[in-house]
Each structure stands twice: as structure tokens, then as C-alpha cells.
Nanobody, 117 residues
Framework: QVQLVESGGGLVQAGGSLTLSCEASGLTFGSYAMGWYRRTPGKERELVALIITGGSTNYADGVKGRFTISRDNAKNIVYLQMTSLKPDDTAVYYC???????????WGQGTQVTVSS
């Protein structure tokens, strides 16, 4: 049974930093691409950052230079380090894993990030 447990969300002032963590279990971590998505009320869930098995990364334009995604394959954890946070970054952030061959994917339960102005 695959489980993704996110942590690290919370309330922070604009300009502050937060680091989200997503610990995965029940899967071969190294065979999955890992991503962070976010959703705000009334909007579609959007990709924030992606890291594939080789370590290559991809970021949404609005977070480039401020957010960093990384993975620790030994601990089965993917991180999202967020700096220079803006009120527009307020959202529920979701961890996603997707198998690199089959495309099978799983979602975490989401963690709220609120950035006050």
C-alpha cells in the first residue's frame, strides 16, 4: 500500500521560508518521478516543481529562483524548499509520485501553506 505523508506546511509572513517534506512508503522510490503541486480555491491544481529519477528538475515560472525541489532516495523523502514566499503562494500543496514506466501515480493528502502580507 502506497502512502505519501506530507509535512512542513503552516503560516509564514511574506518574504519568509518553509520547507515541505513528503515521505513515501510502499513503493520503490527510485522508480518514481516526484512532484509538488498546489491548488487554490477556484483554480485547477498546478505543477510547482518536478524532479525525476536522475535528479533533473523542472519548475513553474512563478517559483523559479525561489523554490528548490530535492529528493533523498535513501530516506524516500522529497523536499520542497520555499524561500521569498509571497501571498500568491498561499495554497494547499500536494506531493505526487509517478512511476517512470507505467505512469501509475499517487497523491498525498495535502498540506496548507498560508503566506500573510
Amino acid at each position: 500500500q502506497v502512502q505519501l505523508v506530507e509535512s512542513g506546511g503552516g503560516l509564514v509572513q511574506a518574504g519568509g521560508s518553509l520547507t515541505l517534506s513528503c515521505e513515501a512508503s510502499g513503493l520503490t522510490f527510485g522508480s518514481y518521478a516526484m512532484g509538488w503541486y498546489r491548488r487554490t480555491p477556484g483554480k485547477e491544481r498546478e505543477l510547482v516543481a518536478l524532479i525525476i529519477t536522475g535528479g533533473s528538475t523542472n519548475y513553474a515560472d512563478g517559483v523559479k529562483g525561489r523554490f528548490t525541489i530535492s529528493r533523498d532516495n535513501a530516506k524516500n523523502i522529497v523536499y520542497l524548499q520555499m524561500t521569498s514566499l509571497k501571498p500568491d503562494d498561499t495554497a494547499v500543496y500536494y506531493c505526487n509520485v509517478r512511476h517512470i514506466w507505467s505512469g501509475t501515480g499517487y497523491w498525498g493528502q495535502g498540506t496548507q501553506v498560508t503566506v500573510s502580507s
